[in-house]
T-cell receptor
Framework: EAAVTQSPRNKVAVTGGKVTLSCNQT?????MYWYRQDTGHGLRLIHY???????EKGDIPDGYKASRPSQENFSLILELATPSQTSVYFC????????????FGSGTRLLVI | GQGVEQPDNLMSVEGTFARVNCTYS??????LSWYQQREGHAPVFLSY????GLKDSGHFSTFLSRSNGYSYLLLTELQIKDSASYLC???????????FGSGTKLTVEP
């Protein structure tokens, strides 16, 4: 069954440390996306990718990097984690058809202390 | 990006209906999607609309007016289990990027 898998499910990190959130999809979708979700803000786009080797900035890219080494994998990297990056992070994949929906991962809950 | 606005909360009664409103301003538009999200879970796709008018999908219906930048999700014959957050998202033409509103938390009371 086609799916989007995120790891880890939960993460506690220290301020100033490096954090890598991983996402793997088996949908063979070209596009992948990273969002964060905070109370009162909904889902906000951090980075996205339209294929292996590409990364594009979303609305809130500051403090985040992204990497798309293959069609299946899309990582979000926090080089120097800060408490303001405590959030729930969702990865999603989608194709280029207008009516198609995203397939979301289950989310990663990150706490930066 | 896009500006997508939704009311924070909505309450209704079991057996009746609820209308979740969404307004948006866009630099590009390739349709609007609705998602349901339960606490602690990922969003689940409900509907996609790109043409004006009402799209009836039974329990969930969606309306779109592109000239007014307005959509709503209509839930009929409400059940307690419909209590959840409902997210409106505008789809940009490039790479189908979705821009989400902050979501409306619907509470269905007995």
């Amino acid at each position: 069954e086609a799916a989007v898998t995120q790891s880890p499910r939960n993460k506690v990190a220290v301020t100033g440390g490096k954090v890598t959130l991983s996402c793997n999809q088996t949908n063979n979708h070209n596009n992948m996306y990273w969002y964060r979700q905070d109370t009162g803000h909904g889902l906000r786009l951090i980075h996205y990718s339209y294929g292996a080797g590409s990364t594009e900035k979303g609305d809130i890219p500051d403090g985040y990097k992204a990497s798309r080494p293959s069609q299946e994998n899309f990582s979000l990297i926090l080089e120097l984690a800060t408490p303001s990056q405590t959030s729930v992070y969702f990865c999603a994949s989608g194709d280029d058809r207008g009516g198609s929906d995203y397939t979301f991962g289950s989310g990663t809950r990150l706490l930066v202390i | 990006g896009q500006g997508v606005e939704q009311p924070d909360n909505l309450m209704s009664v079991e057996g009746t209906f609820a209308r979740v409103n969404c307004t948006y301003s866009t630099s590009g538009f390739n349709g609007l999607s609705w998602y349901q999200q339960r606490e602690g879970h990922a969003p689940v796709f409900l509907s996609y609309v790109v043409l004006d008018g009402l799209k009836d999908s039974g329990h969930f219906s969606t309306f779109l007016s592109r000239s007014n930048g307005y959509s709503y999700l209509l839930l009929t014959e409400l059940q307690i289990k419909d209590s959840a957050s409902y997210l409106c998202a505008v789809r940009e033409p490039n790479y189908n990027v979705l821009y989400f509103g902050s979501g409306t938390k619907l509470t269905v009371e007995p």
